[in-house]
């Protein structure tokens, strides 16, 4: 088992950046697949990217590719998220997840992840 805790939200202006973290206990955070949800109000929980064991292997959503970027620290079980050219449509809650097992660039969906931070908010102003 897995807890995640997330940090790093803000308010921030169009075209600004922020970096998420999320860190995560126990002595197995390499052995997880890691991911970035983010959920606007009314909408649903949307893939952001997500991230192999190891780091090699990464996945975004169209919308933020070449803007965003996922990585990890296994040995200070933490992940990242460099957000930059940040949009007023970027805003939303953001959540880290976990799940076991092997990487799949088509674990894209709520139900995927096992483990849930309780969110950090981003708010990008126009």
């Known amino acids: 088992q897995v807890q995640l805790v997330e940090s790093g939200g803000g308010l921030v202006q169009a075209g600004g950046s922020l970096r998420l973290s999320c860190a995560a206990s126990?002595?197995?955070?390499?052995?997880?697949?890691m991911g970035w949800f983010r959920q606007a109000p009314g909408k649903e929980r949307d893939i952001v990217a997500h991230?192999?064991?190891?780091?090699?292997?990464?996945n975004y959503a169209d919308s933020v590719k070449g803007r965003f970027t996922i990585s990890r620290d296994n040995a200070k079980n933490t992940m990242y998220l460099q957000m930059n050219s940040l949009k007023p449509e970027d805003t939303a809650v953001y959540y880290c997840?976990?799940?076991?097992?092997?990487?799949?660039?088509?674990?894209?969906?709520?139900?995927?992840?096992?483990?849930w931070g309780q969110g950090t908010q981003v708010t990008v102003s126009s």
């Open positions: 997840a976990a799940r076991s097992g092997g990487y799949s660039s088509d674990y894209v969906k709520r139900s995927d992840y096992t483990y």
């Open positions: 126990g002595r197995t955070f390499s052995s997880y697949v």
């Open positions: 991230v192999s064991w190891s780091g090699g292997s990464t």
